[in-house]
């Protein structure tokens, strides 16, 4: 399948943009382009949420409402990165973020749907 590493985590101040990025290994061979890409974040005692996703050739970034206008997903087939950039960050936004990886497009916050994940990077806002 392939293996995901997040980096690009930290403490940062409210207010600040963030890039994190997410380094994949395709040992199997398959090329990473083939997969959709979703990031997702856990808040402090709350459920694992999603918050982006992009198709194989990313040209279809889809974000929830939550999120949408400071988050930015991209990729970089030739190099095998995912990106997420935050925006205008919160105190919110605060929370444990991860990358994965998923075979279809579409129902993009069903985090039974992806079959690889990274381990996550923390980014802890401070206002």
């Given at each position: 399948q392939v293996r995901l590493v997040e980096s690009g985590g930290g403490l940062v101040q409210a207010g600040d943009?963030?890039?994190?990025?997410?380094?994949?290994n395709t040992y199997s061979g398959r090329a990473f382009s083939t997969y959709t890409m979703g990031w997702f974040r856990r808040q402090p005692?709350?459920?694992?949420?999603?918050?982006?996703a992009i198709s194989g050739n990313g040209k279809n970034p889809y974000y929830p409402g939550s999120v949408k206008g400071r988050f930015t997903i991209s990729r970089d087939n030739a190099k095998d990165i995912l990106y997420?950039?935050?925006d205008n960050l919160r105190p919110?936004?605060?929370?444990?973020y991860y990358c994965?990886?998923?075979?279809?497009?579409g129902r993009h916050s069903n985090d039974a749907d992806?079959?690889?994940w990274g381990q996550g990077?923390?980014?802890?806002?401070?206002?």
């Amino acid at each position: 399948q392939v293996r995901l590493v997040e980096s690009g985590g930290g403490l940062v101040q409210a207010g600040d943009s963030l890039t994190l990025s997410c380094a994949a290994n395709t040992y199997s061979g398959r090329a990473f382009s083939t997969y959709t890409m979703g990031w997702f974040r856990r808040q402090p005692g709350k459920e694992r949420d999603f918050v982006a996703a992009i198709s194989g050739n990313g040209k279809n970034p889809y974000y929830p409402g939550s999120v949408k206008g400071r988050f930015t997903i991209s990729r970089d087939n030739a190099k095998d990165i995912l990106y997420l950039r935050i925006d205008n960050l919160r105190p919110e936004d605060t929370a444990e973020y991860y990358c994965a990886a998923k075979n279809f497009w579409g129902r993009h916050s069903n985090d039974a749907d992806y079959l690889s994940w990274g381990q996550g990077t923390q980014v802890t806002v401070s206002s």
